[in-house]
């Protein structure tokens, strides 16, 4: 049987500390795949799928970025742009092709705005480019 070991002493161990992402998206199977990914990239990612719960989540959780839905049956997505944007980034995904939605986006607070369908790792990559990861010496 092989044992392991680690090379060098406890205090050279470094960890990577990836982001809070609250996700605001009404579609599960949209929800789920992005959840995935993001927790696959070690981010922790809190999902909403309601529009009223959104200001209680991020309170609570204290996200470094979020991840918005444009078209949430049930809430002005552009409203809680507003809001959530006053606290950090936020990124707008939509299914609108339209140019007046990433302008309008853009103009409530945005730092971009993702075209849906898309591809989760190229999410996944926007999210690293927007909250870089942090990296801490472990004890």
């Not at 044992?3 to 929800?31: F, Q």
């Not at 980034?89 to 609108?96: A, G, I, L, Q, S």
């Not at 302008?103 to 607070?109: E, H, L, M, Q, V």
């Amino acid at each position: 049987m092989a044992a392991w070991m680690m090379a060098g002493s406890p205090a050279n161990i470094s960890a990577r500390l990836m982001a809070r992402v609250l996700l605001v998206e009404d579609e599960p199977n949209i929800a789920s795949i992005i959840v995935f990914k993001l927790e696959r990239e070690g981010h922790q990612v809190r999902w909403e799928a309601a529009a009223p719960a959104v200001a209680t989540a991020a309170e609570a959780f204290q996200p470094e970025l979020v991840l918005l839905d444009s078209s949430l049956p049930d809430g002005d997505p552009f409203a809680l742009l507003s809001l959530l944007a006053t606290r950090g980034p936020v990124v707008m995904m939509t299914e609108f092709r339209d140019a007046t939605t990433p302008s309008r986006a853009r103009a409530a607070g945005a730092v971009a705005t993702v075209g849906k369908p898309f591809k989760p790792t190229q999410l996944a990559r926007l999210v690293a480019q927007l909250v870089p990861a942090k990296t801490v010496v472990l004890p």
